[in-house]
């Protein structure tokens, strides 16, 4: 069994007595992710990160040859026997060092190693299959966040140090979608060199882009793809994580036999100052008053036949579509979900206020 796990993630693996230049070339190799360091073969001694290696440069550390004294010798990592009872904290810390080592409690012997794609993939035994495909809009410039969008496209934005649209995409994956699209146009060449190098580290993910040859607007660039969707598909912008169960979300867009179901949240707005008001000589004011809406979160469920109110290429917002399908007597509702559960990356203060937030 031993030399079976060795085989198979020897790439992961590093000896604890291993030249620096070594380990450097390893992690190069896996594109940054961390190694696993091992001592008498296949006992754990430690994890060693790229973060590892550039705080070493910095201490000056980094001259001695060996990785001995860069490496972090208190990893996180699980127990064989508490693998199925510990899966919630596993995938929260998957997402901050990319690897753990799964061992045998009493020898520390490695056993199994997780990474992202074997995580994702026992994320997926876990949820019913989504039988939709899924839009994601990132063609927009994120005007209400430059200058960070004069830089980076929007999608590209981070958030607990990963990009926007790689949360949305793990989101999706968990339910395996039937395909899923992204319309991209302002920086495209940033965001397409993104997905591809994405697409080589998550074979099992399949991604098409979509490009516009000019700015379409949050709901125009589906036209060109309305022949390649089904039936019913999610439509999402980039700007905005939804950390809910999707197939609930689905669900009762069907029983409610919506053709559009428009995923909401209750948001609270207090007004700082006393609000004066006068009717028929009538004074009043009431103190830093309370207001609260339903707002949208720019997350959909749609049938594929409200596309038809796309009759050429054309600039289209989706109030606008909204309106379009209204007048063609389509059934709009909504799904509300908890405040809690909605990330907004499309404004400064939510970003700001959401970049370390763990989604």
Known sequence: MEQMI????????IDCNANTIDALKKINTLGGASLIVT?????????LSS???????????????????????????IYSDELKKKIK???????KINIIPVVEKKTKKITDILTNDKINLLKKKKKNRLKASVVIMAGGRGERLMP?????????????????????IDKFYQYTPENLFVTINYKSEILESYLKEFRKKNTSISIITIKEKKPLGTAGSLFFIKKQLKDNFFLTNCDTIINSDYNEIYSHHIKKKNDITIVTAIKKFEVPYGVCTVSNNNFSMKEK?????????GFYVIK?????????????????????????????????????????????EEYKKNINKQV
């Open 89 to 95: 904290e596993i995938i929260f810390n998957i997402n």
């Open 51 to 77: 973060r590892d290696l550039r705080k070493a440069i910095l201490a000056n550390t980094i001259t001695n040859k060996k990785i001995k004294k860069i490496y972090n010798s208190n990893p996180k990592f």
């Open 39 to 47: 001592k008498n073969k296949n006992i754990l001694a430690g994890i």
């Open 6 to 13: 060795k085989r198979k993630y020897l790439k992961y693996l």
């Open 148 to 168: 960070y969008t004069s830089v980076l496209p929007k999608p590209l934005l981070p958030i607990n140090e990963k990009p926007t649209i790689q949360h949305i």
């Open 289 to 297: 008053p309370k207001f609260s809406y339903n707002a949208s979160t």
């Open 304 to 348: 594929k036949d409200c596309l038809k109110v796309l009759k050429k290429e054309e600039h289209l917002n989706f109030n606008d579509f909204l309106l379009n399908c209204q007048k063609q007597n389509k059934k709009i509702g909504i799904f509300e979900i908890n405040e809690n559960r909605w990330t907004d990356v499309g404004q400064m």
